[in-house]
């Protein structure tokens, strides 16, 4: 598709602030010399997505002005760079939507997710936003494409920006394979750590949520016991040599910790709201836990692709919904309710 058929303005959804979220035409940008226009597909509805429409704010990422939601989302390209990077026209694409930046303060220069200037798209961190990229045309980086393996569907490399976020986790676990493992919290990330653990070859994986929708989500991913969060005595039980807590609150955080056995680990996943948080520390040092956090992921999506297209990761169960984009008011609404809801793709 040439360059003189795309067109000036293309649909996308947008957030102007707290509980105000729109499906309205905005203008297509300009392609820099190393910028890709792709026709995405589909676009997955992530927490931060939500928070956004709720909340006006995604943590402490506060709204400043209309952001153009989106990071999860696949697509083919129309035009190629003009310098010449990145895919040719007709490649389908997956889209890595991180821009590691800044030296200080320090990190690992292995670990650019851990960068303290990485910008992410759909994310107000800074001012000006950075857009994502829930639209039928996006202009992106070519960096951050990633072409498809042969056979893999457009749907279900949806979701491979999620599984990348539970696949570095379940990375930050360390040994997995014969191991017993507890997932706290299964919306769409907890159910894809459990897919990911699966692969991985744990030998037992206990899910617990709050609600019986994600639980049933859950089982179908290979979770072998399920559990539900309030009944705080089972999971204490678990005895677990990895818990990965994916529910980002205090109750699932004090969870994980009286349900890790001595001498396991902890990843805290889920994110914690800003502040203080309570929590049974005395039993990290008397069991002497090792508690680690994950955040985002790194080069995990290509391993993440190639793994969806052999077939070895499972991700179907978590497609839950589809929603045409000019329905994207109504999708965002059933993505809302995590009691019926997994995974909510908007299809552009």
């Not at 956004?52 to 697509?75: C, D, F, K, N, R």
């Amino acid at each position: 598709m040439p360059a003189t058929a795309l067109p000036s303005h293309t649909l996308g959804v947008v957030a102007h602030a707290a509980g105000d979220l729109r499906v309205e035409a905005i203008a297509l940008a300009t392609p820099g010399s190393s910028d890709t226009v792709v026709e995405i597909a589909y676009g997955g509805i992530c927490g931060s997505d939500l928070h956004y429409w709720t909340h006006g704010a995604a943590g402490e990422s506060i709204l400043q002005a209309p952001m153009l939601l989106g990071h999860e989302v696949v697509g083919t390209v129309v035009q190629q760079a003009a310098d010449g990077s990145g895919p040719v026209a007709g490649t389908r694409v997956a889209v890595h939507p991180a821009t590691p930046g800044g030296e200080r303060p320090r990190y690992p220069a292995d670990r650019p997710n851990l960068s303290p200037g990485c910008t992410y798209l759909g994310s107000a961190a800074q001012f000006p936003h950075t857009h994502g990229a829930f639209t039928r045309y996006a202009v992106l980086p070519s960096r951050m494409l990633r072409a498809l393996p042969d056979g893999l569907a457009l749907r279900t490399a949806a979701v491979a920006e999620p599984a990348s976020v539970a696949w570095h986790a379940v990375s930050r676990a360390g040994q997995v394979a014969g191991k017993t493992a507890l997932v706290i919290g299964c919306g769409p990330i907890g159910a894809l750590v459990v897919s990911v653990l699966r692969r991985a070859g744990a030998a037992a994986i206990t899910a617990v949520d709050i609600h019986d929708y994600p639980l049933t989500i859950a089982r179908e991913l290979g979770a072998t016991a399920t559990v539900r969060a309030d009944d705080t005595d089972t999971v204490a039980a678990v005895d677990a040599d990895i818990v990965i807590e994916c529910s980002g609150n205090r109750f699932g955080l004090e969870s994980a910790i009286r349900g890790a056995t001595r001498g396991g680990r902890v990843v805290l996943l889920g994110l914690l709201p800003t502040g203080l948080q309570p929590a049974p520390l005395s039993l990290v040092i008397t069991r002497e836990l090792e508690v680690v956090g994950s955040f985002r992921f790194n080069d995990e999506i290509d391993a993440v692709l190639d793994a969806l297209a052999d077939g070895s990761l499972a991700v179907e169960p978590v497609i839950s919904h589809q929603f045409a984009v000019r329905d994207a008011l109504a999708a965002f609404a059933v993505a809302k309710d995590a009691a019926a809801s997994a995974k909510v793709l908007l299809a552009f």
